[in-house]
C-alpha cells in the first residue's frame, strides 16, 4: 500500500499507515495466502480493535457476505494479473510489460481503497461491535472471531506480529 496517508477515511489512513510497519506486509500476505483472509477486512478489524471495538463472527460473516463480491469481481483479478505480469510472455518488451504491471498495482490499490471506504461508511452507519477492556483485547478477539469465519486457525507468528505492530507508538497517531 503505497497510497497517500492524508486523504481518504480514517479507516484508509489507518491502514496505510499500519501496512508500511516492519513486519506488517509479510504478515497479511502470509495469511492471505495460507489462510484466505481478506487483508482489507483483516485491516477493518484491526482499525476497530484500535477503537476497542470487538466484532463478532456473526458480523465479520455478513461483513465477508457484503463485500466478497467486490473483491471476487475487482480486487482477485486485479493482483492475478499484476502477479502474472511479474514473469510477463516474450511478445512485450520487458520494461513495456513491467510499467503496465505498475500501471495495474495502482488500480488493484485503487480497488482496495473502494473497498476499505465503502466498509468505513458500513461500520458508520451501524452500531457494529461491542466494547473491549482494552486494545489487545479487542484485536485477539477480532483475530480470533475472524479465523472462526473462515474455519481455520491462522499462523500464530503472523498474528503475533500484527498484534506488535497495533500496539507501536506510530500505529497510534491522533485520527
Known amino acids: 500500500m503505497t497510497a497517500s496517508a492524508s486523504s481518504g477515511s480514517p479507516f484508509w489512513r489507518f491502514s496505510l499507515?499500519?501496512?508500511?510497519q516492519d513486519g506488517v506486509a509479510d504478515a497479511c500476505i502470509l495469511l492471505q495466502e495460507e489462510a484466505?483472509?481478506?487483508?482489507?477486512?483483516?485491516?477493518?478489524?484491526?482499525?476497530?480493535a484500535r477503537r476497542k471495538r470487538t466484532l463478532?463472527?456473526?458480523?465479520?460473516?455478513?461483513?465477508?457476505?457484503?463485500i466478497a463480491p467486490w473483491r471476487e469481481m475487482t480486487v482477485i483479478p486485479l493482483r492475478t494479473m499484476r502477479r502474472a505480469l511479474k514473469s510477463p510472455?516474450?511478445?512485450v518488451d520487458g520494461a513495456?510489460?513491467?510499467?503496465?504491471?505498475?500501471?495495474?498495482?495502482?488500480i488493484e490499490l485503487?480497488?482496495?481503497r473502494l473497498q476499505q471506504e465503502a466498509m468505513h461508511e458500513l461500520a458508520g452507519a451501524s452500531t457494529m461491535g461491542t466494547g473491549a477492556p482494552s486494545l489487545e483485547a479487542a484485536a485477539r478477539a477480532n483475530i480470533e472471531a475472524y479465523a472462526a469465519t473462515c474455519g481455520r486457525?491462522?499462523?500464530?507468528?503472523?498474528?503475533?506480529?500484527?498484534?506488535a505492530a497495533l500496539t507501536r507508538p506510530e500505529c497510534n497517531p491522533e485520527e
Open 17 to 20: 499507515r499500519f501496512y508500511r
Open 36 to 48: 484466505g483472509v481478506d487483508v482489507n477486512l483483516l485491516l477493518f478489524l484491526l482499525w476497530h
Open 56 to 66: 463478532s463472527a456473526s458480523e465479520i460473516a455478513e461483513l465477508e457476505r457484503r
Open 89 to 91: 510472455p516474450t511478445l
Open 96 to 106: 513495456t510489460a513491467e510499467l503496465f504491471r505498475t500501471r495495474i498495482k495502482a
Open 110 to 112: 485503487e480497488a482496495e
Open 153 to 163: 486457525a491462522f499462523p500464530s507468528p503472523a498474528t503475533e506480529a500484527l498484534l
